[in-house]
């Protein structure tokens, strides 16, 4: 791995357990997510089901929020020169409300408890707050990048598009838990929340990462200038535009801006296929794969959203969240976990003057691509039981495999780089 990015700063990276334990606690909620799936079948029959809310916040926050911090910990000082203050404290702190919170979140959403709910939110929004701190002071401190990619002005973005996630979040719950929040139609704020979620803050972090590892990784040519350059402010202007719209009222208009943004998200999508295909790999990789067919799965999520629909079934929102969470960004961010911790576990072992295994020997690929199948028959089983509740239970079990099988290949990862670390460093634990 000699030929690793030169313009990254890998000498400025974190310990390897401060990132760590937000990839191997990650899966968990997955697991919680089929437990859920098992126990009420039926849920994906609605977007407003207790259950489905339940399920959407632990793949959302549990899984998705999760690994994002995680990487954001890493990316930060290597791809931004901004070293987070006391890196495993941080962690450590966030990591602890963030599972906590999280776990909170989805019994008082699935159980309809208003006291857990308000307390799982205030502890999510502390601890997410706190984090976007250590982050400013970060950022502050940071030298001007070097970089010519725009990934470290991106990543400032997304967290912009985080804060204001959280802060409908807030208001959401406090409003279910029967208080006040913004006074703003109920469906208003989800549309609201769930937009700054996923595009301002998941979408513009999943597009500055790719800008690096993308090329990186899969061996592609760079990304366009223009894209990289002006996608993700035009996100953010155009998610501004949309919410100011929304809630003075100009329904139609807000409509455009919407389908405008879905656009984006096609294009985004769509030049990433372009750059995979003019790939020099001669033989791609499970990674590889995973992250096409997380591409394709949030190009038809997108669609699905901006077409009209034939009907007024509750079903077409709920495959469109499917494709475009479990398919989009859960395919997209397994997929780069795959190369990421591999990476990190030789680097680590590699700045500790230790002769490191082979990346890929890390990891085998058989192991990866094992369970990134169960990643696609998972994907199916959950858009098949939005369509035949029946299923629901196997869509369960699905997930309780593929989230089973993507933590027992981290931990392969994790005692391959305990058993090559010098002494000290094997007492190491992400806890």
């Known amino acids: 791995m000699s030929g690793a ?6 000498e400025a990276t974190p310990p390897f357990s401060a990132p760590l334990r937000f990839f191997l606690t990650a899966p968990l909620f997955g697991i919680v997510a089929g437990l859920v799936l098992i126990g009420d079948s039926g849920l994906l029959t609605s977007r407003w089901t207790p259950g489905t809310l339940a399920v959407v916040h632990l793949f959302a926050v549990g899984f998705l929020l999760q690994i994002m911090l995680g990487a954001l910990i890493q990316i930060m000082p290597v791809v931004a020169g901004a070293a987070l203050p006391a890196p495993l404290l941080t962690a450590r702190l966030t990591h602890v409300g963030l599972s906590l919170g999280a776990a909170g979140l989805a019994a008082g959403l699935g159980f309809g408890l208003p006291v857990v709910l308000i307390g799982a939110a205030a502890l999510l929004g502390l601890s997410i707050f706190g984090f976007l701190g250590c982050a400013t002071v970060a950022i502050i401190r940071a030298p001007k990048s070097s970089m010519a990619s725009h990934t470290p002005r991106d990543l400032r973005l997304s967290l912009t598009g985080l804060a204001l996630a959280v802060v409908l ?19 208003t704020q989800v549309n609201l929340h769930a937009g700054w979620a996923l595009l301002g803050w998941a979408g513009i972090l999943l597009a500055a990462v790719s800008w690096v590892v993308v090329p990186m990784f899969q061996i592609t040519p760079a990304y366009p200038v223009a894209l990289t350059r002006y996608w993700a402010p035009a996100i953010l202007g155009l998610l501004c535009a949309w919410s100011v719209l929304s809630i003075t009222g100009f329904d139609q208009t807000a409509i455009v801006l919407a389908l405008a943004l879905i656009a984006a998200v096609i294009c985004f999508a769509g030049i990433t296929l372009r750059q995979q295909a003019r790939t020099r790999r001669s033989t791609p990789d499970a990674s590889f794969r995973a992250f ?26 709920v495959l469109a969240g499917i494709l475009v969470l479990h398919g989009g960004l859960g395919g997209a961010t397994s997929a780069m976990l795959y190369k990421i911790v591999p990476f990190l576990a030789w680097l680590h072992l590699t700045q500790a003057k230790v002769k490191a295994p082979n990346v890929k020997k890390m990891l085998p690929d058989a192991r990866a691509k094992a369970q990134l199948r169960m ?6 089983a959950l858009l098949a039981a939005a369509l035949a509740p029946a299923l629901g239970a196997l869509a369960g079990l699905a997930l309780i495999v593929e989230f089973g099988w993507l933590m027992l290949n981290l931990l392969h990862v994790v005692r ?4 090559n670390a010098p002494t000290p460093q094997r007492a190491v634990t992400p806890a």
Do not use: C, K, Q
Not at 375 to 380: C, I, M, S, T, Y
Not at 416 to 419: P, T
């Open 292 to 317: 096409r067919l997380a591409m394709v799965t949030l190009i038809a999520g997108a669609g699905l959203l901006a077409f009209p629909h034939l009907s007024d079934a509750e079903h077409w929102p």
């Open 169 to 187: 979040g807030l208001s959401i719950a406090l409003g279910l838990s029967g208080g006040a929040g913004l006074p703003l139609p109920f469906t």
């Open 375 to 380: 990643h696609v028959l998972a994907l199916a």
């Open 416 to 419: 391959m780089w305990r058993a």
């Open 5 to 10: 990015n030169p313009g990254l700063g890998y």
